[in-house]
């Protein structure tokens, strides 16, 4: 069979991104463009070596973080080609600049030693009640996402008792409280289940949650927890 350039491509395209997962790649930008279109393209580079990348809508997921050439990052991409050119590229889902690229590599550090330990395995998540009377929310008592999980509570479970264990959700000392209200609230024992939530931001910021006495303290609770993390404002619904 003889095929035409584009047909050769589209079959090169799809056979990449079906035989790769998206991967992380740390390296530094170069050639960055950023278009009317809103996409952002740039190279990824390191002293060997460079590959071409694209993320769509980049201006208006990252907003007042535009990247430029020189920063070191590290990205979440899926394998691909551009077919009219025939280029070998990674389309960009995610990109973390420096400091979030160290953190990022102490989390996927900590969630293998973790895994490997078996925190994670299936057996040991606990299942939620159907119909509980009292839940306890470990977060900030002056946050966004308290206002809101209330707000749900409220409208869907009226009758529902709600517990606050406030605790700070950034900084130094935030792990230590969120461990220390886990540890609470089981002691305790006055509720049915946890929610342990805070609003969104960078890494750096949720990084309180990444902790491994976080993780920890979640493991050992007696009490199931449901994590609300990231959790952004709605104003339409509250949710």
């Not at 691909?80 to 996927?108: C, M, N």
């Amino acid at each position: 069979m003889i095929y035409s350039v584009s047909e050769l491509n589209q079959m090169v395209q799809t056979l990449l991104e079906d035989a790769f997962l998206p991967v992380w790649i740390e390296g530094e930008i170069s050639n960055f463009a950023c278009p009317s279109s809103g996409h952002w393209y740039f190279s990824l580079k390191d002293s060997n070596a460079q590959v071409r990348c694209a993320l769509f809508q980049g201006r208006h997921r990252y907003k007042n973080r535009q990247p430029n050439d020189g920063m070191q990052v590290l990205v979440r991409a899926k394998i691909s080609l551009y077919p009219v050119r025939g280029e070998f590229q990674l389309i960009v889902d995610t990109l973390e600049f420096a400091g979030e690229g160290a953190l990022r590599k102490a989390f996927e550090k900590l969630k293998a030693q973790l895994s490997a330990e078996g925190l994670f395995d299936i057996t040991h998540k606990k299942s939620l009640p159907k119909f509980p009377k009292t839940v306890g929310v470990i977060t900030s008592d002056t946050g966004a996402a308290l206002r809101d999980i209330c707000v749900i509570l409220k409208k869907r479970f009226p009758a529902i008792a709600v517990i606050i264990y406030p605790c700070l959700v950034q900084g130094k000392m935030a792990a230590t409280q969120i461990v220390q209200q886990i540890q609470l609230a089981n002691q305790r024992q006055e509720c049915d289940l946890l929610i342990l939530a805070r609003g969104g931001g960078s890494l750096e910021d949720l990084w309180s949650f990444n902790e491994e006495n976080v993780a920890r303290a979640i493991f050992k609770s007696h009490l199931p927890l449901i994590s609300a993390i990231g959790h952004e404002t709605d104003f339409k619904r509250g949710h």
